[in-house]
């Protein structure tokens, strides 16, 4: 059975959520690469209006749509200085959700948290090996130290991970066309180009005359519409392309 479904989740929360505890636990393994970190740099004024001079009044600076909820992309703004972090928040959006965002089921509550284990039982139960975690030692809206409020943000809820399961819709898809429109360049790094709507997008932007550029460590199912194609590690490729310096990459 998938675990990532609302219906998995209303039948077995313990399971959904030990399943994302340990992806949450692996994804912390993991850092940023320099595909991260090039991307992440493109909030960087200087380095934005040096590779996209063309970008236009009404839209500064480039946006960055992303498919993973591993949080990577989250992690390689952190390490910039504090205003170019803040510019390159605004402009990620995480179409599908993040790991390491929770949402209360009860008042809808949306709060980042990168605490391992979440609660302490979930550092306790392993999937597969344990019997199901009570609802009431899960993950709740205010935390294991709740008080009984009912506010919002602190009112007791069960959480879930605020990731976009099977049968839910992507979010941020308005926001995404209206940029797909006037984009006259699209990256498309590390994906399959397997998967809606995030499959149709390049093709949105080569209908309305912009190039795509693809990046990918071997050949995809969307090469075929690539103007530029870049095979082998992102890693390598992606900050290579785009004149990366040293001092762009720079992480601190």
Known sequence: MSLAT????EDTPSRVWQFYHERREKALGASPNAAHHALAALAR??????????????????????????????RALVS???????????????????????????CEHEQPNFDLPLCAALGQYRLDEDDDIPISELPKCGGE????????????GLLRPAVVWFGEAPEFLDEIDDRLKSCDLILVVGTSSAVTPASTFAKTVQDGGG???IFNLERSKG??????????PC????????????EDLATH
Request: charged content about 20%.
């Open 6 to 9: 609302p219906e998995a989740f």
């Open 45 to 74: 004024p200087n380095v934005i209006s040096r590779i996209a001079p063309s970008l236009e009044a009404k839209f500064p600076q480039a946006l960055f749509v992303t498919q993973n909820v591993d949080g990577l992309s989250v």
């Open 80 to 106: 910039l200085p504090p205003d170019i972090r803040a510019i390159g928040e605004k402009n990620l959006l995480q179409m599908h959700g993040s790991i390491f965002v929770t949402r209360c089921t009860n």
């Open 145 to 156: 130290k709740w008080n009984g409020s009912n506010e919002v943000g602190n009112c007791g």
């Open 211 to 213: 190039k795509i550029a």
């Open 223 to 232: 090469d075929k519409r690539a103007d530029f194609l870049f095979l082998g």
């Open 235 to 246: 890693a390598d490729t992606l900050p290579d392309a785009l004149g990366m310096t040293t």
